[in-house]
C-alpha cells in the first residue's frame, strides 16, 4: 500500500506538476510540496546529486523502523524539468516545527537526540557509506579556493596543527551529519525530529558533536552571548564527553571554516551584527582559534 501512494505522488507529478500539490517550503534551489491526499509523505525537488541522494536512500533504509523521527527517502529519480536536471525524492512527513531559539530543557533534548541519531546512523552496514565524501577531502577542496587571505591564514593555522592530522586520520571513520542547522530539526513538544539529513560525509566521530554546536547552539542569540569553554564543557557533558581535547577544538573550527569560506565571505569587512550568521561564525572561529594558542 505504501509503495502504491509512493508511486502515484510521482505519478501525479510526471503528469501535472505541482498543480496538485501544495507548496511548504521554496527556497535554495529546494521545493518540497505536499499532496493533499498522501499527507503521510512529501515530494521534495532539488539540486542534489542523484548519486548522493541514492547512498542516503540506502543508509537511511537500514535504520530500524521503530527510529521514527528520521526522515528517510522513499523514492528517488533524476527528473528533467525546464531542460534542467534535478532529483525528485519522495520523503517522510514529520511533525513539529524548527527554532531559533531553545528553552534549556529543548535543548538537552536535541543533544540527546543528536547522539541518538549518530548512534544509529554509525549502526549502519551497507556498503555505500565508503562512497561517502570524506571531512578531509572537503576541508582541502572548500578552504584552497577561498580568495579570503584571513581564511586561508586561519585554515593554515588549523592544518599546521598536530592535533589537526590526529583529527583528520580516518581509521574508523563515522557518518556525520553536515548540516544541521535550526531548519532541520523540528520539535513537537517533548519529540524531536530530523529531517534533511544531507550531506552525510565521514570524519572523526567528535565532529558530529561540533556541528551541532557550531552550525545550531552556539548560534543562538542567547548561547552565543555566553560563548566560553565553560559553555562548550556543560555542553560536552550532555552528549557524553567528560574532556575536551584538542582534537575536539580543531573540530570545533571546521564548520565555521568551511561556510565562511564556501559563501566567500569578506571576513574583514564584516560588520559587527549580533543577527548576522556570518558575524556569529567569524566570532565563533576566532574564540577558538584563541583557545588553541593558549
Known sequence: MEQTIIDRIVADYRTNGSGNFSILYDQNDTVVMEHPKYSGFLLKLSNKEFKTS????????????????????????????????????????????PKREYSELELETVIREAKKL??????CSDESVVCLPSI???????????????????????????A?????????????????VYENILI???????IDLDPLILGPEN??????????ILMQLQQFKRLSM????E?????????????????????????????????????????SMYFKLKTILSFILRELDR
Not at 207 to 216: E, G, M, P, R, Y
Open 164 to 180: 589537526c592530522d590526529r583529527f583528520m586520520r580516518l581509521e574508523k571513520p563515522s557518518i556525520i551529519v553536515a548540516d544541521m
Open 54 to 97: 541514492q547512498i542516503q536512500k540506502k543508509i537511511l533504509s537500514s535504520i530500524a523502523i521503530e527510529n521514527k523521527n528520521i526522515c528517510r527517502i522513499y523514492h528517488t529519480q533524476p527528473f528533467e524539468e525546464n531542460g534542467k536536471t534535478r532529483t525528485l525524492e519522495v520523503i517522510d512527513k514529520l511533525k513539529g516545527m
Open 118 to 123: 549518530h548512534v544509529v546512523l554509525n549502526e
Open 230 to 233: 565553560t559553555l562548550i564543557e
Open 235 to 275: 555542553y560536552a557533558v550532555l552528549w557524553g564527553k567528560d574532556v575536551i581535547a584538542r582534537e575536539d577544538l580543531i573540530a570545533l573550527s571546521i564548520f565555521p571554516l568551511l561556510i565562511l569560506a564556501m559563501r566567500q565571505v569578506d571576513i574583514e569587512t564584516l560588520p559587527e551584527d549580533p543577527d
Open 136 to 162: 578531509g577531502v572537503l576541508f582541502s577542496n572548500i578552504v584552497d579556493h577561498t580568495g579570503n587571505k584571513t581564511l586561508k591564514k586561519m585554515a593554515g593555522r588549523i592544518r599546521d596543527d598536530s
Open 207 to 216: 565532529l558530529q558533536f561540533a556541528i551541532l554546536l557550531t552550525s545550531n
Open 188 to 194: 513537537d513538544k517533548k519529540t524531536v525530529n530530523f
